[in-house]
C-alpha cells in the first residue's frame, strides 16, 4: 500500500509539474497585466494540512493568498485563470466564443483597460463577447482597443411606447 501511495504521490507531481506549471506561469504573466503590475507572479502553497493554495507575489516577495485580496484583485486572479486556460485550449482544439458578461465590475478603470488589451490580445486567438450594461467601460473599450472594437447597443424601448 506504501508503494503504491507512493507512486500515485509521483504521478501527482509530475502531471503538476507538466500541466500546471506552464499554465500557471501564464496565468501569473496575465495577472501581472490585469494588476498593473501590484502583483508580480502566482504560487502555490501548502497550507498546514498540506492543501494547496493559489497566492499572489508582490513585488517586494510577500505573498498574498486569494481570501487575503480584495474582490476586484481576485476576479483579476480569475480571469488571468480563465485566458491561461482558454489560450492552452486553443492550442488544442478548435476555437470556441469567449463570453464575458459584466465581467470587469469590480474593476477600477485602469485595471478594466488592462482587462480589455488581455481580451484585445486573446481575440487573435478567437471570438470574444463582452457584455456590459455599463457605458463607461464602452468607453474604455474604445479607447484602450480602438477600431476593432465592434459596439452593439441594445436600448431599451421607451415605455410609452411599450404596448
Known sequence: IRAAATMLQWAI???????????LK??????????????T??????????NAQLAGLRPGGELIRVGGMSTGTADQLYLALRVASVEDY?????????????????????RAAAGFEVLGRLATKTQILFFTHHEHLVDIAKR???????????????ESAVT
Request: charged share 30%; net charge negative.
Open 13 to 23: 507531481e509530475r502531471y503538476r509539474r507538466e500541466k500546471q506549471a506552464p499554465l
Open 26 to 39: 501564464r496565468a501569473g504573466e496575465v495577472f501581472a497585466m490585469l494588476t498593473g503590475g501590484s502583483f
Open 41 to 50: 507572479d502566482l504560487q502555490v502553497e501548502f497550507d498546514e494540512a498540506d
Open 90 to 110: 486553443l492550442g488544442q482544439a478548435d476555437a470556441l466564443p469567449f463570453v464575458a458578461d459584466d465581467l470587469f465590475i469590480n474593476f477600477d478603470d485602469a
Open 144 to 158: 484602450t482597443l480602438g477600431k476593432s472594437v465592434n459596439v452593439v447597443s441594445l436600448l431599451k424601448e421607451p
